[in-house]
T-cell receptor, first 116, second 116 residues
Framework: AQKITQTQPGMFVQEKEAVTLDCTYD???????LFWYKQPSSGEMIFLIY??????QNATEGRYSLNFQKARKSANLVISASQLGDSAMYFC?????????????FGAGTRLFVKA | DTGVSQDPRHKITKRGQNVTFRCDPI?????LYWYRQTLGQGPEFLTY????????KSRLLSDRFSAERPKGSFSTLEIQRTEQGDSAMYLC??????????????FGPGTRLTVL
């Protein structure tokens, strides 16, 4: 079973509008962390935002916010006021305990296209 | 303040040759990770160092792969007898001491390997 599921292979958004990128995860742990990364065509993974499983407030970082719904095991990324530079791949990731330690697992990503 | 750097950025090699990649983490970071990313997928964990100790290796890391971090600073990833299936982006990430779940990894630009 997939640990991290990103169901939208590609998304289009008009410049200056908001967009939500979906992420659902699968874990039986109580303590875990959720991350979003942006990967432009240059290839570098850029950290955007983090949400801990015990955090009661949704995380926000500038134009990025994480819509965390623990019971539904979803951690959607919301980008407000989209800019042309937001066009990139976006990866959702989860860090959890497993036998022997901790690991970070990434989803397959969503490609976002921002239209002028 | 420099980020994670990787060298080379691109490598083209013939099947059967050995290749070595280098990663220089953010200077105060004691954790260093190697990932492999193939087209259309998220990064897959390969191995992890805390200081100079290699604490974890994925089953993806076959006998042909070896990683070192001799002085707890830069790291090298060597692939011996390369195969066409090794063609991928190899990403390095580093993180500073933090809680295990909140460990935020910062990535380098990656090394794109093409095996002919």
């Amino acid at each position: 079973a997939q640990k991290i599921t990103q169901t939208q292979p590609g998304m289009f958004v008009q410049e200056k509008e908001a967009v939500t990128l979906d992420c659902t995860y699968d874990t039986s742990d109580q303590s875990y962390g959720l991350f979003w990364y942006k990967q432009p065509s240059s290839g570098e993974m850029i950290f955007l935002i983090y949400q801990g499983s015990y955090d009661e407030q949704n995380a926000t970082e500038g134009r990025y916010s994480l819509n965390f719904q623990k019971a539904r095991k979803s951690a959607n990324l919301v980008i407000s006021a989209s800019q042309l530079g937001d066009s990139a791949m976006y990866f959702c990731a989860m860090r959890e305990v497993y036998t022997g330690g901790f690991k970070t697992i990434f989803g397959a990503g969503t490609r976002l296209f921002v239209k002028a | 303040d420099t980020g994670v750097s990787q060298d080379p950025r691109h490598k083209i090699t013939k099947r059967g040759q050995n290749v070595t990649f280098r990663c220089d983490p953010i200077s105060e970071h004691n954790r260093l990770y190697w990932y492999r990313q193939t087209l259309g997928q998220g990064p897959e964990f390969l191995t992890y160092f805390q200081n100079e100790a290699q604490l974890e290796k994925s089953r993806l890391l076959s006998d042909r792969f070896s990683a070192e971090r001799p002085k707890g600073s830069f790291s090298t990833l060597e692939i011996q007898r390369t195969e066409q299936g090794d063609s991928a982006m190899y990403l390095c990430a580093s993180s500073s001491p933090a809680g295990e779940i909140t460990d935020t990894q910062y990535f380098g630009p990656g090394t794109r390997l093409t095996v002919l």
